[in-house]
């Protein structure tokens, strides 16, 4: 199932990207294996996958300690409380769920630990929905700068937003196209680090299963695809 699901997302990749004029090495798959067995991730893998996203810090770690490849990358996308950073940091790839100064601190605090740099993005609440973390559209150049300048250990790579779940993908077009002409901005004019280099603004997340295609077409370059490939998640 997991192979056969695949192959259906990569067409729609694929067909996105024709439709708009990219090419499909320029997007990033997520698996989002959240409640899902190693099992089901191991036939991921054998199917070509390597980067996977976990909401919690507990299920992260765990199948980091299952997993015996190094060619697999972890991704943390669901929200961060502050006093379990000390768990991920060593192990997450890139966390895309960074919704405040707060938590970007505290990854600087233990990235410094461990002498190690952390790749975040920033979680962009560009719906205003009441219900979802995130800085505002107004608030995120602010913040990449201050976290830029103030924070050694911390490499802002770029924004990340979930958007509204809706039944009609085409509803958040303008949601994706607002954060995607955010992104182009500060990419465009990116802040300089503490060391006076420019940072590195790379990544654009956004799309998950029922609207990735859409994302694509306005401009993300990393999707999470959870549902269209392991199938129907089951809660803990």
Known sequence: MIK??????????????ARCGRTPDKIT???????KPF????????????VFGENY??????????????????????????NKVKYIIDKAALI???????????????????????????EVNIAEEESKWGFTADETKAA???????????????????????????????HFRRLHALF????????????????CFDTLSMGMTGDYEVAIEEGATMIRVGTGIFGERSYL
């Open 144 to 174: 990449v700068r201050q976290i830029a300048t103030e924070f050694p250990h911390v490499r802002v790579r770029g924004l990340m937003t979930s958007a509204p779940y809706t039944e009609d993908p085409e509803s958040n077009r303008p």
């Open 57 to 82: 810090v507990q299920e992260l770690c765990e199948k980091y300690a299952q997993c015996q490849s190094d060619s697999i990358t972890w991704h943390m996308i669901g929200h961060l409380q502050r």
């Open 96 to 122: 895309h769920s960074v919704d405040s100064l707060r938590l970007a601190a505290q990854i600087e605090s233990e990235a410094a630990k461990r002498e190690l740099i952390m790749n975040i993005l920033l």
């Open 184 to 199: 182009t901005d500060i990419q465009t004019h990116p802040p300089k680090d503490a060391s006076g280099q420019p940072v």
């Open 4 to 17: 056969e699901n695949l192959a259906q997302v990569h067409e729609r990749i694929n067909a996105a990207c």
């Open 29 to 35: 798959l997520v698996s989002v294996s959240k409640t």
């Open 39 to 50: 099992s089901m991730i191991e036939e991921c893998i054998a199917a070509g996958e390597h």
